[in-house]
Nanobody, 127 residues
Framework: QVQLVESGGGLVQAGGSLRLSCAAS????????MGWFRQAPGKERESVAA????????YYAESVKGRFTISRDNAKNTLTLQMNSLKPGDTAVYHC????????????????????WGRGTRVTVSS
């Protein structure tokens, strides 16, 4: 079982940067695919980025490619999302999620495949 706690959200002006972190409990963090998802008010949850168990493969939504970077440190049980060139459209609650998978190729953006979720951290980008 994995418990996830996000941090790093806040208010930032358009064009600015934020770095989100997700701290994971448990000894088997490296057995999980990790993902970042977001949900804006009145909108459906969407995938932002995902990373395979060893950090060798990543997935990004088209809307964040070139601006966001997902990374993980398995020794520290930490997932990170570096967000640059933020836009008002990035405003949302950001959640990290974990899916048990040992496949090198697994970076699924399908939220239904993830087993564990954090409570989220709010990101607000002002224009």
């Amino acid at each position: 079982q994995v418990q996830l706690v996000e941090s790093g959200g806040g208010l930032v002006q358009a064009g600015g940067s934020l770095r989100l972190s997700c701290a994971a409990s448990g000894r088997t963090f490296s057995s999980y695919v990790m993902g970042w998802f977001r949900q804006a008010p009145g909108k459906e949850r969407e995938s932002v980025a995902a990373i395979n168990w060893n950090g060798g493969r990543t997935y990004y939504a088209e809307s964040v490619k070139g601006r966001f970077t997902i990374s993980r440190d398995n020794a520290k049980n930490t997932l990170t999302l570096q967000m640059n060139s933020l836009k008002p459209g990035d405003t949302a609650v950001y959640h990290c999620a974990a899916k048990y998978s040992s496949s090198y190729y697994d970076t699924t953006p399908d939220a239904d495949e993830y087993n564990y979720w954090g409570r989220g951290t709010r990101v607000t980008v002002s224009s």
